[in-house]
């Protein structure tokens, strides 16, 4: 009777991915819990009328690191927005620049972009994915802004050279930190 049961054929089965695991969450939560740190402490230092926003930083790493679906990507954004919530500024507006933001970083995530062996994509995607996410919000603003809403929005000039500047400082943070975390969590 052993004998039977160590002669039978084994079969290795895949289990299909259905959603974010706890490791997931995890890295998520404390990766968003850190870009609001940085967002605290170096937006207090680096402060030129609006500070950096690092929690786009974060989300561009955490979509890099865990390669959500679409729709979890966009739910990371907009928990962003929601963190960004507690920040001064300009209320409620984070909640459709995060989620563009983290939308465009989901599907460019997905085009591959490598120069050689070195991958330009965290670079890449998330200079673009700041961008979208700056543009978005100075548009909703200045439509709110025109609509009639009580905000005074920040001179055109001084935005694109703090979204310019922003979307660098993300690109760079990102690409620094993508290889040696992809290897410390073994993906």
Do not use: W
Not at 126 to 151: A, D, P, Q, R
Request: glycine share 8%.
């Amino acid at each position: 009777m052993e004998n039977e049961k160590a002669t039978e054929k084994r079969e290795v089965v895949s289990v299909e991915r259905k959603g974010l695991g706890v490791g997931d969450m995890l890295l998520i939560g404390i990766l968003l819990a850190a870009g609001a740190v940085l967002k605290i402490f170096v937006g207090s230092v680096i402060n030129f009328g609006m500070k950096p926003n690092f929690i786009i930083a974060m989300y561009c790493l955490i979509i890099l690191l865990i390669r959500p679906k679409f729709h979890e990507a966009a739910i990371i954004g907009l928990l962003s927005g929601v963190i960004c919530q507690f920040f001064p500024g300009q209320p409620y507006i984070n909640f459709v620049s995060e989620l563009v933001g983290a939308s465009v970083m989901s599907l460019l995530s997905r085009v591959p972009m490598k120069i050689g062996k070195i991958s330009a994509q965290p670079v890449v995607c998330t200079f673009l994915s700041t961008l979208s996410s700056g543009f978005t919000f100075i548009g909703v603003m200045y439509l709110m802004y025109y609509s009639g809403f009580e905000i005074t929005p920040t001179p055109l000039a001084i935005f694109m050279a703090i979204i310019f500047g922003t979307a660098l400082i993300n690109a760079i943070i990102v690409q620094a930190l993508c290889v040696p975390l992809k290897m410390a969590l073994k993906k």
